[in-house]
């Protein structure tokens, strides 16, 4: 079980590390409001008070397609090759682009009010946050034979994917409250190429565990 939450954890951390929307209105906020170094924290209990809900919803709706072996299947291996895609366009992107976080207020789009609403409505805004749950996040779900009728195992999966995330905004958040204002971009560039780089590995365990190890009903 322990796996379940090492590579829960470390999948979100990936994840997080990228530049996104997320990303963005937490060093607003930091910056902006009057104990900012509480803002990644507030940021990512609203993130992942939206992404329990989801879960939920997803475990659920998907009961009877979870009953289906080449449905599980498919979805097994489309997550896994569509981590492997994500992790490379990280690695790409991290070699093509000037990483700096000095942000101005118009730099920021969208809501900018309170913090835990804000990881909700910042979440729910960016489509790519549905698409990769609803295709790589059930992947891992399908891979690990994570089910609503398996809580420990769900708690894990959860309790390691928002750690993964807690990791990286809350130090953010006090980093630029505290008057760093910047990230080194090559210490950031770097950590974004291995995080992809560990994205690639990962989908690749995946895509071949799903064969290996095919998920049961």
């Not at 090492?6 to 409001?33: C, D, E, H, N």
């Not at 981590?83 to 207020?105: H, M, P, S």
């Not at 809580?151 to 894990?156: D, I």
Request: charged residues 10%.
């Amino acid at each position: 079980m322990i796996e379940i939450f090492l590579m829960s954890f470390l999948v979100a951390l990936s994840g997080a590390l990228s530049p996104g929307p997320l990303l963005t209105f937490t060093i607003y906020k930091s910056i902006r409001q009057k104990r900012g170094y509480l803002a990644g924290l507030f940021i990512i209990l609203g993130h992942a008070t939206i992404e329990f809900t989801l879960i939920i919803i997803l475990l659920a709706g998907a009961s009877l397609f979870f009953q289906n072996i080449i449905f599980l299947t498919i979805v097994g291996l489309v997550g896994g090759i569509l981590l492997e895609i994500y992790g490379t366009l990280v690695i790409r992107d991290a070699f093509k682009t000037d990483f700096t976080t000095e942000l101005n207020q118009e730099d920021i789009k969208g809501y900018k009010g309170n913090s835990f609403f804000g990881g909700i409505i910042v979440s729910l805004s960016n489509p790519y946050w549905v698409f990769w749950w609803a295709v790589i996040g059930v992947g891992f779900l399908v891979n690990f034979n994570i089910t609503l009728g398996k809580p420990l195992e769900l708690f894990l999966f959860f309790l390691g994917h928002e750690l993964g995330d807690i990791v990286w905004y809350l130090p953010i958040s006090m980093f630029v409250y505290f008057g760093g204002k910047s990230l080194n971009p090559k210490i950031y560039k770097y950590v974004l190429i291995l995080c992809g780089a560990f994205m690639v590995i990962f989908g690749i365990y995946l895509t071949v565990n799903i064969f290996i190890f095919p998920p049961n009903v």
